[in-house]
Nanobody, 120 residues
Framework: QVQLVESGGGLVHSGDSLRLSCAASGRTFSNYAMGWFRQAPGKEREFVASINRSGDKPYYLDRVNGRFTISRDNAKNTVYLQMDSLKSEDTAVYYC?????????????WGRGTQVTVSS
């Protein structure tokens, strides 16, 4: 079965950087787009970034564009989220996700999440 395991979260200060990783298994990683969502306390889960199969078309939430960078290594079955210039409003649980079918961008598989806390 498909498994997504996030890592790299933690407690940082405003302006710091973190890199999240998501290791995927259970199917051919390079066939599927990948994404990151986040959920802050009391708020709905929101899209953060996605990347297509080949890794050359990233998309971002406007509020993180220019600060976050999504990338993938298909040889390592891993997707990354580099987060720079972190702000307190970036505090959330970050979830890795994968599309259910190639080119669908229907996010059918989810990891358990990793906590990112940014103190001001």
């Amino acid at each position: 079965q498909v498994q997504l395991v996030e890592s790299g979260g933690g407690l940082v200060h405003s302006g710091d950087s973190l890199r999240l990783s998501c290791a995927a298994s259970g199917r051919t990683f390079s066939n599927y787009a990948m994404g990151w969502f986040r959920q802050a306390p009391g708020k709905e889960r929101e899209f953060v970034a996605s990347i297509n199969r080949s890794g050359d078309k990233p998309y971002y939430l406007d509020r993180v564009n220019g600060r976050f960078t999504i990338s993938r290594d298909n040889a390592k079955n891993t997707v990354y989220l580099q987060m720079d210039s972190l702000k307190s409003e970036d505090t959330a649980v970050y979830y890795c996700t994968s599309e259910s079918r190639p080119d669908s961008f229907v996010w059918g598989y989810w990891g358990r999440g990793t906590q990112v806390t940014v103190s001001s």
